[in-house]
């Protein structure tokens, strides 16, 4: 957790998860792909992040995340989706404590996904300071027993508050291959 | 503001600041160099970070800087520093109201900064999810009749809780090429 680590996620012809689908929900889409590899360097679209220290999260929050929390890899996890989002400069241009009354105070985002611990283990990249063209990538994985419960989570996240100031939003979802 | 800007350092024989002295203050200092580049893409040493949002201030203290802090650039502010800095782990572990109390509740930053506006004007470039060595740089400049109160802004930030987590720092002190 500490030190930060980057990671690339490659659309294409190759790599270790099969694209089911890729959905606009808000915004422009990317291209579709048949394969997603996180060790790739190069594909039809390539989408880098890093991970990073929690911006939100309170020291009473993060105990109860750690808690609970599963780590990625999980065997029975099969289904995976990556959701790229960007914010909007006036999200940007808000102060800390503005941005955390809308984030927990307000749209309960730490509170609602600590709801779907441990069907749903995530990792949040950070990119708005590379350069990319999205803000943040989040990856999830969940056993396919558990889809319906993570269309809710983002169901549930995409009627809040917070989500007025996201400006782009693409839907990855994915199925490990099991023949990889 | 908004979009992050990103900017490169480039210690060497060239650029339009003349370098006055490296001190290491935290420790492994930097390799000795004559001038500082922000537009080489080259040189002995590099610095690169990116300007972002503030990850602390609040909007009352937001308000409070908006109405006094100057302009970078300005035509009697000849004399430059550039403090990099490297926090630890154990900074990072924390969480965010953590943090928050130890930066402005008991080590008062924000509030010290704003004591040396508009004298000293200063920018803020995020590099830790950039892989680099440090996690912050410092830009700051000042006429040379503020210097002793800069001396005096370090030194006041360097005694503070804050610091006990920095755990690499470097001070660059630049002179503008008057001739460039």
Redesign the interface.
Known sequence: ????I?TTFAGGESGEWLVDRIEPVIGTTLPPVARLSTSASSGAWILRG?T????????S??AALVAVQPALGRPEATLAALIPIRKS?AW??L????R?AIFEGRSHHITLGLKYLPAIARRLY?C????EPFDFLTWFEYAPENEALFDELVGALRSTEEWRYVEREVDIRLRRDAGA
């Open positions: 957790m500490s030190a930060p980057l890093v990073s220290h929690h911006r939100y999260v309170e020291r929050e993060k400069a940007w241009e102060a800390q404590d503005e955390r950070h708005r300071e590379l350069g």
